[in-house]
């Protein structure tokens, strides 16, 4: 009896290995079609660079993302706790993504599956198992790709085909690119993947297509560096509070080669929207000196942005009214920030001033007006430290530009003489002595000594006052008191 051995070829395994199921990727694919690209792209970024802005995004999520060809690839098994589940995280991401015309999206327990799947039209599932990868035509895969005519011509149409033959023959055929490709869009040889990281600073120079002749017109031209700098603040958490846009002339025909122009927020901020809004409204009041070849954005001002903490229980009031959350509040503060914003930008920043109270117990120098925008700028960027509060001691509603002196009359007895407004004044509470001023200031500003005592004195026509006096020498005939404030 004769014995028949038959030899079978080595075949691709049919499954993921079993710890590759404790992965998940979720790739990220731009537009592919050229056309569409450019037309829904935000003007002034180049399409190459779209998957790195998106992927700076997505390093708010995870930090395990990677660029793999045209595509964003991301980690977010050990995210999904912290995000609330899958699909809380992926609607955030998608949520990021679309607004840079990423719109093809999958997940697979690999990154070059997760990509061969978006490539296909965005094909995802909860759990994508081989069989779907092995109906996928052969163009998802790159190095499959460059193979397709050869395939083809050996009757394969699709990724499972190709796992059909025989890998000896394949590699000897091919190559071994197909193989190691193939390998690790299953899940049996590991990816090498290089993580990406945030630049340490954002400065980005962009070469115009053409001459721009107006400066209303760079606001546009740098929309596209403003959604790139969103993305950049996205994957540090942070907001910016002030950047500065440079422009640049032809060094050639002009000796002045360039010009800048700072804009401050009032509030730190990271929409693009309102980043370009607010551009636009600061460059409708300057004159270019030549037309611009090139721009370039600098970030200045990085603060950490607040997050929501989202109470479990609304506020409640003295009178058990409920109040608004931390949210609304929130909100209240960016909507006065972005009013000040724009009236600044509108009417100049030295026109729209705030009281900023000083470390100085003298009244005439304990508070400054500044310009409201710079004031926000600072607390914000100084937020956690210790701010100036109020002296203990009451302070006047209404302080006199100068001093006002004050009389002296005789009380009934012509025993004592006391100061006089609208009548003779009766002391209440006193003296608060104040001696400052006595240091030297290098500029010269605030260079006021003071040597008074203050008292709160109380007028039958006028009300509460704030009075101080003097020292002087006994023979100076002038009356050492002086009214300085009044309480409203």
């Known amino acids: 009896m004769r014995r028949l051995f038959a030899t079978f070829p080595a075949l691709f395994p049919t499954a993921f290995p079993p710890e590759l199921l404790m992965s998940h990727w979720m790739a990220l694919v731009p537009q592919p079609l050229p056309s569409l690209l450019t037309e829904r792209a935000p003007h002034g970024i180049d399409p190459t660079d779209l998957a790195r802005h998106l992927g700076w995004q997505c390093l708010r999520f995870t930090p395990r993302v990677a660029l ?68 996928l035509p052969l163009e998802v895969l790159s190095a499959v790709a460059a193979q397709a005519h050869t395939l083809s011509r ?12 025989p890998r000896g023959g394949l590699s000897r055929r091919l190559g071994s690119a197909v193989l190691q490709e193939l390998d690790q869009t299953w899940g049996h040889l590991p990816e090498a993947l290089d993580w990406l990281s945030l630049p340490p600073r954002f400065d980005q120079r962009l070469t115009l297509p053409w001459r721009v002749e107006t400066a209303p017109d760079l606001a546009q031209a740098a929309a596209g ?18 950047f500065v846009l440079h422009w640049y002339h032809d060094a050639i025909r002009h000796q002045r080669r360039q010009g800048q122009h700072v804009v401050r927020l009032a509030h730190p901020s990271r929409d693009p929207a309102h980043l370009l809004r607010l551009l636009r409204e600061h460059l409708a009041h300057i004159t270019l000196d030549a037309p611009v070849e090139d721009l370039r954005l600098e970030a200045q001002d990085i603060v950490d942005l607040a997050h929501d903490d989202g109470a479990l229980f609304p506020d409640m009031g003295p009178m058990g009214m409920s109040e608004p959350g931390a949210q609304a509040q929130r909100q209240q503060r960016e909507a006065w920030s972005a009013l000040l914003e724009q ?44 701010a100036v509060s109020p002296p203990p001691w009451p302070w006047p509603t209404w302080l006199l530009p100068e001093p006002l002196p004050l009389s002296l009359v005789t009380l009934p007895g012509g025993w004592q003489e006391v100061p006089a407004y609208q009548g003779p004044l009766r002391l209440l509470a006193g003296p608060h002595r104040i001696e400052a001023g006595w240091w030297w200031e290098p500029d010269g500003r605030d260079a006021l000594h003071v040597a008074r005592d203050y008292y709160l004195a109380s007028s039958a026509q006028a009300g509460l006052l704030w009075v101080f006096r003097t020292r002087q020498l006994p023979t100076d005939p002038r009356s050492p008191w002086y009214l300085h404030g009044i309480f409203a």
């Open 225 to 242: 560096m403003l959604t790139a700098l969103c993305a950049w603040l996205a994957g540090q958490q942070a907001g910016v509070l002030s």
């Open 154 to 165: 050996l009757g394969c149409r699709t990724l499972g085909d190709v796992r059909k033959l």
């Open 343 to 386: 009236l600044s930008a509108r009417l100049g920043a030295d026109q729209v001033r705030q009281a900023q109270l000083r470390a100085d117990p003298r009244l005439e120098c304990a508070q400054q007006w500044r310009p409201a925008v710079a004031l926000l700028t600072q607390a914000s960027s100084q937020r956690g430290k210790t």
């Open 68 to 135: 793999l060809e045209e595509a964003v690839v991301l980690e977010v098994r050990a995210s999904l706790r912290l995000f609330g589940g899958w699909p809380r995280l992926r609607d955030q991401v998608l949520a990021q993504a679309h607004a840079l015309c990423a719109c093809l999206w999958a997940d697979a327990p690999t990154a070059r599956g997760a990509l061969a799947l978006a490539r296909a039209g965005g094909a995802h599932s909860d759990v994508p198992w081989p069989r779907t990868l092995d109906a």
